[in-house]
């Protein structure tokens, strides 16, 4: 099993940045698949960015260019950097992990775009 703990996330005004953490309880080296999904109110879960071991980052359309993924081994900890921030961005997020072929998901963390 792999446990995941989110946070960073917050209020924010449009066009600032946000950093949200996601600590694994398993070395990082070892998943499969680490991702960012985010669920907006009325909305489906949707990917956002996915970092799958040995290969670059994939982002979907509306975040390419302002979200970046990254990952810190020796913290077990990936991170999801977030610049530009729009209104339309005002989401849960959540962390989620792919380890021994089963999905792993964080608790969330509330992130609000508004002036």
């Known amino acids: 099993q792999v446990q995941l703990v989110e946070s960073g996330g917050g209020l924010v005004m449009p066009g600032n940045s946000l950093r949200l953490s996601c600590a694994a309880s398993?070395?990082?080296?070892?998943?499969?698949?680490m991702g960012w999904y985010r669920q907006a109110p009325g909305k489906q879960r949707e990917l956002i960015t996915a970092?799958?071991?040995?290969?670059?980052?994939v982002y979907t359309g509306s975040v390419k260019g302002r979200f970046t993924i990254s990952g810190d081994s020796a913290k077990n900890t990936v991170y999801l950097q977030m610049n530009s921030l729009k209104p339309e961005d005002t989401a849960v997020y959540y962390c989620?992990?792919?380890?021994?072929?089963?999905?792993?998901w964080g608790q969330g963390t509330q992130v609000t775009v508004s002036v």
């Open positions: 970092l799958t071991n040995g290969e670059h980052p």
């Open positions: 989620n992990a792919i380890y021994d072929g089963k999905p792993y």
């Open positions: 398993k070395s990082i080296d070892s998943i499969f698949r």
